[in-house]
């Protein structure tokens, strides 16, 4: 759900306790909306994560590890300048607003003060700003010159909280007794529990649309009836009721799952909802598998679309090379013409456009009629003639190695296709990115400035039938990987004419079950181009007889005495 300041109220309570004097060891920036604090506490050490994302919006505390930027942004680097080391004096909620205010005492050899951080969580104007008695000393996202007449995020400018909304404060009673009767005045009937939340989300300041439900519905169950819950007369009035929810109902923290991932968090307890030891545990939870999720999709369809822009440019060049072929397939119908003028060079004259001559190479005993030059003599046309035909002939020579090649590179990248489409997490995607970035298609990741950083090597998709262990490559560098690393006799599967991944069933000298060659097989299958058929061939065959060629494209083999089976494609986890 959005942030609100319902929520927003009882996670900053939640905050204070935890993070009252504790220092800040180390700030890094992961992204250019998501900063990192690692805060010890005296106790522990814990992770606060702040997060200006328009969709992902929080301030909570986090056991998710993140790789930070290569190279630490100006606001990160400020950060580091005016907080390392700073001691948190408090967070609070500033009034019952989407903003989260963090106090911290900062010393360094020479001077002590006291500035404020500011994290307001507010969709796609959420903002993380830096203060020093009442001065932004910077900010997350600025405001350009043009756009500050209302309100200036420059460093250097006071700061000022962003503009109420048009709504009523959750303890203006009057007010929202008054907006309820004109609400009521203008409906025929009384408006049902829906209706009721949506009036509470439109007209109250800080209440989002589920946190509106929850009032409405405790109303109803706290005075027997809507309607009594909206009348005058009940013990209760509806408005006393929405300020007294807000502020002190107490923190139920519970995540909701749908087929097994979270799917929302509330600080009261819902129906189906799994109850959470803290809000921020509920909040990490949720939005660490929202963002994973995001991400993955992101990063998938931006290499998938930069493969299919690769695949475009192969084809188009691959067809003009198909038009330039078929042209240089005439170049025997030009040395057919130049053999015929020379001759016949006593039958032409200088003035003539066209000849018509017996054809000697038709078996039928034809004549061919020849287009000629009249500012050419005969000899002259008959030497254009062979010129073309050798122009032809060198260009089929170049053209049909250049024809296999462009063939080959199109087959190649439909394989890195295929293995982006069949990608299901993030490891599946990171090897595909080196291999990418190996073929030009990506930019080379910046340098760290702290040096390099260890990459781990991803693993191969594990299974195992029967006692015997089963590996299948996420992509052509893990499958040359998987190639290398097997055994001779180990049995080795791949998709007959469709790209998929490598499967190796690691046999030991023992001969392979029925059942667990076809288990391996339905995996090769469900990791191939022809995931969605019903009927696929999939070859077979030791790993011996698997070679990879001299210079060979990652993942490209060749192979012999092999068998196939027909299967339908099943993941098995």
């Known amino acids: 759900m959005p942030q609100d300041a319902f929520h927003i109220r009882r996670l900053a309570k939640e905050l204070n306790t935890f993070l009252v004097g504790g220092k800040i060891n180390r700030i890094s920036q992961v992204n250019k909306d998501e900063l990192t604090f690692i805060i010890y506490t005296g106790k522990s050490t814990v992770k606060l994560i702040l997060s200006a994302n328009a969709s ?34 408090e967070v609070r909620q500033y009034e019952f607003e989407r903003i989260i205010e963090i106090d911290l005492f900062c010393t360094t050899d020479f001077s002590q003060c006291k500035r404020t951080l500011y994290c307001e969580l507010m969709g796609k104007y959420s903002n993380i700003i830096l203060t020093e008695n009442g001065v932004i000393l910077g900010a997350l996202k600025t405001t350009a010159l043009e756009d500050s007449s209302r309100r200036v995020l420059l460093t250097g400018a006071k700061y000022l909280y962003p503009t109420p909304q048009a709504k009523l404060h959750v303890l203006d009673g009057a007010g929202m007794r008054s907006r309820l009767q004109n609400y009521l005045s203008i409906r025929e009937e009384t408006p049902d529990e829906e209706s009721l939340s949506v009036f509470l989300f439109e007209n109250v300041a800080g209440l989002a649309l589920p946190t509106a439900r929850e009032i409405v519905k405790r109303a109803v169950l706290s005075e027997g009836s809507l309607t009594t819950c909206l009348s005058s007369a009940a013990k209760t009035p509806f408005w006393e009721f929405v300020g007294e929810f807000c502020f002190n109902e107490p923190c139920n923290p519970c995540l909701t799952v749908k087929n097994g991932v979270p799917a929302d968090f509330f600080a009261f307890p819902v129906d189906g909802g799994v109850s959470m030891p803290s809000l921020c545990k509920a909040e990490d939870e949720f939005f660490t598998r929202r963002e994973t999720k995001k991400g993955f999709e992101d990063r998938k369809r931006k290499l998938e679309n930069t493969a299919r822009g690769l695949k475009k440019k192969q084809t188009k060049k691959l067809q003009e090379t198909l038009e330039r072929l078929k042209d240089a397939e005439k170049a025997d119908e030009y ?99 080196t291999e990418m970035t190996e073929m030009g298609l990506l930019k080379v990741p910046k340098a760290r400035v702290s040096g390099k950083r260890k990459e781990v090597e991803i693993p191969f998709r594990e299974y195992e039938c029967n006692g015997m262990k089963i590996y299948a490559g996420r992509n052509n560098l893990q499958n040359d990987r998987l190639l290398r690393l097997a055994s001779p006799d180990d049995m080795w599967l791949h998709t007959q004419k469709y790209h998929s991944s490598h499967v190796i069933i690691v046999t030991q000298g023992e001969q392979v079950r029925d059942e667990t060659l076809l288990f391996a097989a339905e995996i090769c299958a469900y990791y191939s181009d022809g995931r969605d058929g019903d009927k696929i061939p999939v070859d077979y065959c030791k790993r011996k007889f698997v070679k990879k060629p001299n210079k060979g494209k990652a993942g490209f083999v060749v192979y012999t005495d092999y068998k196939t089976i027909l299967v339908k494609p099943n993941a098995h986890k």
């Open 335 to 433: 040395r057919i013409k130049g053999e015929l003028l020379t001759a016949n060079l006593y039958q032409i004259d200088k003035s003539m456009t066209c000849v018509t001559l017996q054809n000697w190479y038709d078996v039928n005993g034809g004549s061919i009629k020849i287009t000629l030059d009249p500012t050419l003599s005969p000899s002259k046309n008959a030497q254009r003639y062979f010129k073309t035909y050798n122009k032809y002939k060198r260009a089929k020579e170049i053209l049909t190695p250049m024809l296999k090649n462009e063939e080959t590179e199109i087959a190649y990248t439909d394989s890195v296709l295929s293995a982006i489409i069949s990608a299901e997490s993030m490891d599946d995607l990171k090897e595909i990115e």
């Open 56 to 89: 992902n919006a929080r301030v909570c505390l986090s056991l998710t590890e993140k790789e930070p930027a290569p190279i630490a942004p100006n606001f990160c680097m400020l950060l580091r300048k005016h907080l390392q080391n700073a001691e948190i004096l």
